[in-house]
């Protein structure tokens, strides 16, 4: 009652007022909440050498900073996606940079990385206790010379408080960074980070998130890079600079970045293209447009071994991971599995590996 009231408020501020003071009240009010209740036995999932009490996971940019893991770990999710965090902090771009497409349940943003940059971010996750699983989603300074030093760096600083990094070459909203998925400079890339991570005592898994505004030869180069590389999972997709003819909303025609409902259908599309290239090798991570147990669940059986959402949480509050979990189970029950385990990749036909 009290977090419905709180979520009907806040949505009469600006897009990003609401968000900042979301944040401050899951700092200071967390705890007084009761958690969420625990999760059905059958949504436990192991993917990326983690244990994984539910496959729901809270995408980036919600907590870029750090700040809430462990509040929004309360919330049900089954892990939770911090950044993505720049080594150097970055104010971002000029405000309003953030828009509500209220008819459309969708979310514009421009945002640009405004982030605290990566020493204060290691200090907070350094000072919490590891429970839960929490990633990090790193990415480059809008005004570095050199980017993939920039990756290099905060994934040193980052990567041994994390449980995985997520590569971040994908925002629509720093001039450039998207040329990161082209196949020269993707490989180049994955090999420094890989690099990186083979010096370390317990290395981490890494996922490399990519854009929705790909093309096949991109998907096809981006898959090949990714099954050289040695990397661990992709996470399909971040928000998209499309716009569907069917937006409702007066700020429809804003610039940035487009996520919520009508990413998807377009975000699964994706996911079942990336699976049926990388087939079982690479875990997938299904992101874009999951509002419910029904969508989070199209996703699995796309091939998502995990899914994550944003812009459905600014509409339904945080009551919203609950409810998806039990539709989830339901949808598993109806159809036969046993465990989410079973049902992840269940539309695809034979895979090639
Ligand atoms: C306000 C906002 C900020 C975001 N910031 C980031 C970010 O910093 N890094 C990132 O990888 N994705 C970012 N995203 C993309 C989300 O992680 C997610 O990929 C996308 O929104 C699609 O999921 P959704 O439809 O459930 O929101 C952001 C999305 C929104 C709405």
Known sequence: MVLAVATAVLRLFPAETAHRTTIRLAQNFATL??????????????VLGRDFDNPIGLAAGFDKNAEVPDAMLRLGFGFVECGTVTPRPQEGNPRPRL???REDRAVINRLGFNNQGMAVVATRLSARARRGIVGINIGANKDSIDRIADYRASFARLAPL???VAVNVSSPNTPGLRRLQNRAELTGLLQTLTDARAKMTDPVPLLLKIAPDLDGQALDDIAAVVLAGG???????????ARPD????PQAAQAGGLSGAPLQAPSTFILREMRARVGTKVSLVGVGGIASGVDAYAKIRAGASLVQLY????????????????ELVNCLARDGFKSVGDAVGADLGPLKN
């Open 99 to 101: 828009f509500r497409l």
């Open 246 to 249: 069917t937006l409702k909303s």
């Open 33 to 46: 909440l009761p958690a969420a209740p625990p999760s059905d036995p059958r949504l436990a999932i192991r």
């Open 231 to 241: 990397i661990e999972g992709l996470i399909v997709c971040n928000t998209t600079i």
């Open 311 to 326: 812009t459905a949480l600014t509409f339904s509050g945080p009551g919203l991971v609950t409810r998806i979990k039990r």
């Open 162 to 164: 994390a449980d995985y």
